[in-house]
T-cell receptor, first 114, second 111 residues
């Protein structure tokens, strides 16, 4: 069975500091991997995705994530946090050859301290 | 612009009442999904549909029903059998394993 683990349900960083949100997956075959962002009372917006091309993926709003097969990880980073980055972040996996099956992590709430 | 439209944005339901949440997409996506979101619990899959006139139960289908008569539309009915319906409901669609597109959500409250 697939699973996605997001370490830390709440993360706080100071404005201008590094943002690191962790995501680990369990799969015998490298899946497709995604990060989504959700602002209050809104739907989820795709930040970036890994689909077996380059292991370092750049997304919107200055975020990037690196796929590390040996660690089964897909951590999300941003060099310098901005107040507007405060939101809920979800990691998701889609195993290959399973059609459109997605599995979401439980989310990480990011707070940015001025 | 292509996208997913959920309506209404806010919905209030009385005890014992059925309500229907609308989800329409103009992305020509084959698959559509309904998720329920509660604070601290992430997204839980209610129902999904890969093609028209076919749908499958997700992890928490009890108390909910869906239909998929048109490719563009995937309405969700919250029935009186759902004992704790207050939540944020999200509809999504996808064409392949390259990502979901989400609607802006419907917040349902029991009054």
């Amino acid at each position: 069975a697939q699973s996605v683990t997001q370490l830390g349900s709440h993360v706080s960083v100071s404005e201008g500091a590094l943002v690191l949100l962790r995501c680990n997956y369990s799969s015998s075959v490298p899946p497709y991997l995604f990060w989504y962002v959700q602002y209050p009372n809104q739907g989820l917006q795709l930040l970036l995705k890994y689909t077996s091309a380059a292991t370092l993926v750049k997304g919107i709003n200055g975020f990037e994530a690196e796929f590390k097969k040996s660690e089964t990880s897909f951590h999300l980073t941003k060099p310098s946090a901005h107040m507007s980055d405060a939101a809920e972040y979800f990691c998701a996996v889609s195993p290959p050859n399973t059609g459109n099956q997605f599995y979401f992590g439980t989310g990480t709430s990011l707070t940015v301290i001025p | 612009d292509g996208g997913i439209t959920q309506s209404p944005k806010y919905l209030f339901r009385k005890e014992g009442q059925n309500v229907t949440l609308s989800c329409e997409q103009n992305l020509n996506h084959d698959a559509m999904y309904w998720y329920r979101q509660d604070p601290g619990q992430g997204l839980r899959l209610i129902y999904y549909s890969q093609i028209v006139n076919d749908f499958q139960k997700g992890d928490i289908a009890e108390g909910y029903s869906v239909s998929r008569e048109k490719k563009e539309s995937f309405p969700l009915t919250v029935t009186s059998a759902q004992k704790n319906p207050t939540a944020f409901y999200l509809c999504a669609s996808s064409l392949s394993s390259y990502g979901y597109t989400f609607g802006s959500g419907t917040r349902l409250t029991v009054v």
